[in-house]
């Protein structure tokens, strides 16, 4: 079975500044890796993906992740945040020949000016 | 080109009812997975839909059950519904290469929000 761990529930970050948000994930074999982002009252969005070859993954929104299979994390990084990233950010692992999504328990950015 | 619709938006229901909900996979897509998502947790796997017949589940009681249409829209069915059941049920729709294997992404409606009292 797959598990993922998002390390901080809430991340206040001031407008501009860089944001990292933190995922790690646990499987016994080999995993696609995912980033969603959740906006007040909507669904999912994809932001980025992550299924084989360059570990720096770019996405949409300026945001990119790295893939790092010996510390099985898969991080996202924004450079420079804008209020309108104020949402709830989730990573999620699914087996590769799988079709089930696992996710972890989100991550809030709070975005302030 | 159409995303993926749900419906209701929102749901008010008491303990003990049935409930169900609607989705219409994205354009092109034809298997359909159900998630519950409760306040300030990340979604949970219910299950997925493709070929009309239920492929996969999660540890979901038997009061969650779906369906799947020869459109490949699909239900969800809560029965002897529980005050717990309160929450944002997000529906994904994704493409089968073939029967077990699948696209790697999948794509998300905006919910239905349910409301058990």
């Known amino acids: 079975a797959q598990s993922v761990t998002q390390l901080d529930s809430q991340v206040p970050v001031f407008e501009e500044a860089p944001v990292e948000l933190r995922c790690n994930y646990s499987?016994?074999?080999?995993?696609?890796l995912f980033w969603y982002v959740q906006y007040p009252n909507q669904g999912l969005q994809l932001l980025l993906k992550y299924l084989s070859g360059s570990t720096l993954v770019k996405g949409i929104n300026g945001f990119e992740a790295e893939f790092n299979k010996s510390q099985t994390s898969f991080h996202l990084r924004k450079p420079s945040v804008h209020i309108s990233d104020t949402a709830e950010y989730f990573c999620a692992v699914k087996r590769a020949a799988g079709n089930k999504l696992t996710f972890g328990g989100g991550t809030r950015v709070l975005v302030k000016p | 080109d159409a995303g993926v619709t749900q419906s209701p938006t929102h749901l008010i229901k008491t303990r003990g009812q049935q409930v169900t909900l609607r989705c219409s996979p994205k354009s092109g897509h034809d298997t359909v997975s159900w998630y519950q998502q409760a306040l300030g947790q990340g979604p949970q796997f219910i299950f997925q839909?493709?070929?009309?017949?239920?492929?996969q589940r999660g540890n979901f009681p038997d009061r969650f059950s779906g369906h799947q249409f020869p459109n490949y829209s699909s239900e969800l069915n809560v029965n002897a519904l529980l005050l717990g059941d309160s929450a944002l049920y997000l529906c994904?729709?994704?493409?089968?290469?073939?029967?077990?294997?699948?696209?790697?992404?999948?794509?998300f409606g905006p919910g239905t929000r349910l409301l058990v009292l």
């Open positions: 499987s016994s074999v080999s995993v696609y």
């Open positions: 994904a729709s994704s493409l089968a290469f073939r029967a077990g294997a699948f696209q790697e992404t999948q794509y």
């Open positions: 839909y493709y070929e009309e017949e239920e492929r």
